[in-house]
């Protein structure tokens, strides 16, 4: 769970903050949701400006950020709640926008949103054939079929694939 | 479409693989040059052997062999490796080969086990020895093995232990408390245990013991100055002596028990640990059947968080617990479940005794009866500074490490819920503590506090 420092001078007041995307766009963030994020925290703490040009995230995953942070700042809100909000919030979700979502994440250095993300990714990765999962993330291959065969066989009890799904 | 996944920074892919089971995260290093040694950095290892229930035929040895390789080719510490395998005697020698290399990783959190029903003659052995093997190893989960209790080296690392289906010759318990000077916790279930267990010495660090469901069990000793938290389990009629010799740190107990003779229990842990802060009883049937408390016999001075799950019942009269609150003169929280078929109705005068502390009640499996109602009306008039009134229609039962789950009871229909609402609603006003609030709901709310 993300814990915040009650005491900060930023937390106490309630203040907020204006954070842009790289699309120009700009959010109002409560500086309770925005320093969840360790790396908006740090740049809070050491300059006075207000508004925070963040230059690669974009507007559809910073809103989805600051959707999350806002939850996750809210006292009034139960952990039941907050962990089911997580569930919804990485569910449904094309993969693509789960890696634009973990990239932010990384940058923002909001950990617990980042291990719920990976491990969506991880849920949808989780026993697949190497090949549907290829195929699903476009991944080129670009072994030769003797470096892959050699591979296989320094783990051959490894690559038992009964039980691995293919659709 | 462009390759979205590879071009995430090396830490985000380890952190993904990292969460899926260990056989998938290796066989991913085949998709494309990218992946290829990711999954040597991986920090956790997950291995299962795709048996969700026993198979004789699973080729554990081979896995174990498979899995030593991988850990001598590892590039990065392992902190944590958990394996559930149908662990044979053959698998013995690839297990401790394994432990070795583990140990040479960093290893902290170890969890060995076997699929369920596991039941076999040819259990794997594991050597005592191999826990000074593992110098950084501060959690270890064993279950369905042979204990050789051959270490001769302290390991002084290991804080967390728990057995389960573990079997030893004679002093297997003894050598492991002797050896392992720091260890704080200790758990077993279903083991091998001789019938008087003793847990003593001058450098016994235990904190918390849970023992659940050892047969043959009748005595039990406990001679630690450390213990906090003691838990103990048995579905058997047999009776279990507990010896409290030297326990002066002891607060929380957690008791889930068949036998009737509850008072005599009271008396029992109130004369011997007059320290106890928190008691859990669970018991199957009526506590009381044989007699009650006395009023007015103080029992545990100390005692601040009263649980009782009571399961099993025909009938039941839940003023029969006011003399057990009455002995607990400071009592702030108490957590109650219990749904009987039919509740005594006893038409008898309640003398109403304060309870000036009880600050949290909690009720569960509220059915809406009249007894029931006069019951929460009879807290909400003694409780004079109660802060917090919690009943829900579904009952709960303690499961264990002090976790409690909502028990599957039939659902509440919509006008039963109303009925019993305003009911409630109506008892508020009788309340004695102006700042009480009482709530109703379906399910209880479980606040964890597990230990």
Redesign the interface.
């Known amino acids: 769970m993300v814990t915040t420092d009650e005491k900060g001078p930023l937390t106490a007041k309630k203040k907020s903050v204006i954070i842009r995307s790289c699309d120009g766009d700009e959010f109002l963030v409560s500086e309770s949701a925005a320093v969840l994020s360790t790396s908006l925290k740090k740049i809070l703490e050491e300059k006075e400006d207000r508004l925070i040009h963040l230059s690669d995230i974009d507007n559809k995953t910073l809103a989805m950020v600051i959707a999350y942070l806002s939850t996750h700042a809210d006292d009034g809100l139960s952990d039941d709640l907050k962990r089911s909000f997580d569930q919804e919030f990485v569910s449904g979700k094309e ?2 926008v789960l ?1 634009y979502l ?2 932010a994440t ?1 940058t923002l250095q909001v950990t617990c949103l ?2 719920t993300v ?2 969506k ?3 949808i ?4 054939l ?1 090949e549907w ?2 195929r699903e ?7 030769t079929p003797e470096a ?1 065969a050699e ?2 066989r ?6 038992d694939d009964r ?1 691995l799904e293919d659709d | 479409m462009e390759d979205i996944i590879s071009q995430l920074p090396d830490d985000i892919l380890i952190s993904i693989i990292t969460r899926i089971p260990t056989k998938d995260a290796l066989r991913s290093s085949i998709l494309s040059k990218r992946w290829r040694n990711l999954f040597r950095f991986v920090p956790a290892f997950n291995f299962f052997c795709d048996h969700r229930y026993s198979d004789p035929t699973c080729h554990s040895k081979a896995i174990l062999e498979g899995v030593h390789g991988l850990l001598e080719r590892h590039h990065a510490f392992i902190r944590s490796f958990h394996l559930c395998c149908c662990l044979t005697e053959s698998c013995t020698h690839p297990l401790e080969q394994c432990i070795y290399s583990l140990g040479k990783l960093g290893i902290e959190n170890l969890s060995l086990w076997t699929p369920k029903n596991w039941s076999t003659t040819r259990v794997v052995s594991f050597s005592c020895h191999l826990l000074s093997h593992m110098p950084s190893l501060k959690h270890f989960t064993l279950k369905s093995c042979f204990l050789q209790p051959n270490l001769k080296n302290p390991c002084n690392s290991l804080k967390t232990l728990k057995l389960s289906k573990v079997k030893g010759p004679p002093g297997y318990l003894e050598c492991i408390l002797s050896n392992c000077l720091n260890l704080c916790s200790l758990a077993i279930k279903d083991c091998q245990v001789p019938s008087k267990l003793c847990f003593h010495g001058p450098n016994l660090q235990l904190k918390c013991i849970v023992i659940h469901e050892c047969e043959g069990v009748k005595e039990i000793e406990l001679y630690a100055s450390n213990l906090m938290t003691f838990e103990f389990k048995f579905d058997s009629d047999e009776m279990v002596n507990f010896i409290f010799d030297y326990v002066p740190q002891l607060q929380n107990i957690y008791l889930c028990l068949l036998e009737n003779g509850m008072p005599s229990l009271c008396r029992r842990l109130g004369q011997d640990l007059p320290h106890l802060k928190t008691l859990l009883v669970q018991y199957m049937g009526d506590p009381f059947e044989d007699g009650g408390i006395d009023m007015g016999i103080t029992m545990f001075n100390n005692l601040n968080r009263l649980e009782l799950n009571i399961s099993y019942l025909s009938t039941f009269n839940l003023f029969s617990l006011i003399p057990l609150l009455h002995g607990c003169p400071l009592l702030q929280e108490l957590h109650l479940s219990v749904r009987p078929r039919y509740y005594n109705l006893l038409d008898e005068e309640k003398h109403v005794v304060l309870h000036p502390h009880l600050k949290n009640v909690e009720i569960n499996g509220f059915g809406g009866t009249k007894h029931e109602i006069e019951f929460a009306l009879y807290i909400l008039k003694s409780a004079v500074r109660l802060q917090l009134m919690d009943i829900s229609w579904h009952s709960s039962y303690y499961d264990r490490f002090g976790r409690w789950y909502t028990q599957d009871d039939p659902p509440i229909h919509g006008n039963k819920f109303s009925e019993i609402y305003q009911s409630i609603q109506q008892l508020k006003h009788e309340a004695v503590s102006p700042t009480v609030q009482v709530i109703f709901q379906k399910f209880a709310r479980i606040v964890p506090k597990q230990f």
């Open positions: 993969f693509d890696k973990v990239l990384d980042c291990y990976a491990k990714m991880a849920d990765m989780k026993n697949k190497v999962v290829r993330f476009d991944i080129q291959n670009d072994y892959e591979i296989r320094l783990d051959a009890w490894a690559w039980q």
